[in-house]
């Protein structure tokens, strides 16, 4: 991968978390995904999947401060991200994806409906459009997490992905 394919993945993966667009990455981006995601499918955030989903993004937030808010100012600029986040999603993507499971785990429950087995492709789509995928996207995202053609895509399946995506090599690595 050249320099250049990788700033653009990086950027991506920022815009990803940047969900407001305002230039980083705060609490209140990841407040706004646990609202987006429960208003998709219904659910009040007082409820108890309301307030997993809450408590997921906080934690997700809290990780992602911890890695690279070097400064300590509750937001992770671009620069910050590209030095602290990236570095540690290339190094270990596994990793940063458990600081993303409580998040994930709350969100599956919602799209999922409290199935054990997982949410439904279609489910699954819904999420990652609100989240800020185009529809098209979406969707073929969601059909190849069913890779094993069941029908429903497990909270392994959805980590392996998200620390698949998170993996980005850097430049002559």
């Not at 999947?49 to 997700?60: K, P």
């Not at 969707?139 to 997490?145: G, K, P």
């Not at 909270?155 to 998200?162: D, H, K, P, V």
Request: net charge negative.
């Amino acid at each position: 991968m050249d320099s250049a394919q990788y700033e653009r993945k990086i950027a991506a993966r920022f815009a990803t978390f940047d969900q407001d667009g305002n230039g980083y990455i705060d609490r209140e981006d990841f407040s706004a995904a646990a609202r987006a995601v429960l208003a998709e499918f219904g659910t009040t955030a007082r409820s108890d999947q309301g307030q997993a989903v809450f408590n997921g993004a906080e934690a997700f937030w809290q990780g992602m401060a911890g890695i690279a808010d070097v400064d300590g100012d509750q937001r992770v600029t671009r620069e910050e991200f590209i030095t602290g986040a990236a570095k540690r999603l290339r190094d270990s993507p596994d990793r940063f994806a458990e600081i993303a499971r409580p998040f994930l785990h709350a969100v599956i429950a919602v799209a999922s409906g409290g199935s054990p087995e997982g949410s439904t492709p279609e489910a699954v789509a819904r999420v990652l459009r609100v989240l800020g995928t185009a529809a098209e996207g979406a969707e073929q995202i969601a059909r190849a997490l069913d890779a094993d053609g069941d029908g429903r895509i497990s909270e392994e399946e959805i980590l392996a992905a998200f620390a698949g995506y998170c993996g980005v090599e850097a430049p002559d690595a």
